[in-house]
């Protein structure tokens, strides 16, 4: 009976969820053309807009959940935030559902989370437009082979990235990174024979570069550490009811003027990057450890 349940549970979370998503999208694809308009006032009125539409849409996801599938979860901080500062958010990254979590615990209490995307992705059928339309920044990145093919193209990723965050100059972000580049698994933890306990190696290169194309708008970073005591969850377990709770710390700090320079030219401030992120991850560790500690694993929910 209990299946039966979370199957029915999850089927009704994911259809409202689905038209839900819809209903936000459409208006967002109709009225992305007005960003064209080369007049900043109605330009950026409509980008306030088409966030407030998004926004919508997570508080609206937030009733699903409710409903459908509640999740107890503990916010362990007692950090300042606003939807009018600039960020840069970092996070620990097991599963499909931490970008869930960051929604719901952050949603009207930061700006509206921007991903860095794929250039590619912008030709995502009706996706790519919304994103587009939201002002997620796209990147694009060259490889080393392309880059010892054509020596130009050095420095090209990161300016183009640059005029993409242009925007945000008059607006407060929030701007998300997964600086481990991806989930956690215990392979991939005992392949990279990771010196932290709960975490993958951060990689660097994505977070400098993030930081060196907003340059000096974002100044503040949001470095949240989120624990599943049961298990770590797939999207249909989250929607199907079978994650009771979930804990998240959160913490705030001033991003200091030695964690921007030029990551892909400057040798000494690379190494120095990388050990501060470093001592970052190590923290985050003890912050993990700590959770699991205090609130041990239960099985049984």
Known sequence: ???????????????CSLL??????LPIIIFSPIKLIPISAVSGTCSSLLDSCATSWISINGVIERIFHPVNVHIHSDAELSPKEWYMVIANHQSWVDILILQRVLNHKIPF?????????IFVPFL??????LDFPFMRRY??????????LRGKDIEITRKACAKFKSKPVSVMNFVEGTRFKADKHRQQNSQFKHLLKPKAGGLAFALSAMGEHIHKLVDVSIYYPEKVPTFWEYISGQVKE???HISV?????????????????KIAFQEQLNQLWLEKDKTLDLLTKENPVNPKG
Not at 113 to 121: G, R, S, T
Not at 128 to 133: D, E, H, L, P, S
């Open 253 to 269: 700090s001033e991003i200091p003027a030695a964690m921007r320079g030029d990551y892909m030219k400057d040798r000494k401030f």
């Open 1 to 15: 009976m209990g299946r039966v349940l979370s199957l029915i549970r999850g089927c009704l979370a994911f259809v």
């Open 113 to 121: 989370l921007k991903f860095f995307l794929k250039k590619e992705l």
């Open 128 to 133: 790519g437009i919304a994103w587009w339309a």
């Open 143 to 152: 490889s080393t082979a392309q880059l010892r093919k054509n020596p130009k």
């Open 20 to 25: 839900n998503t819809i209903f936000w999208v």
């Open 246 to 248: 979930v804990h998240v």
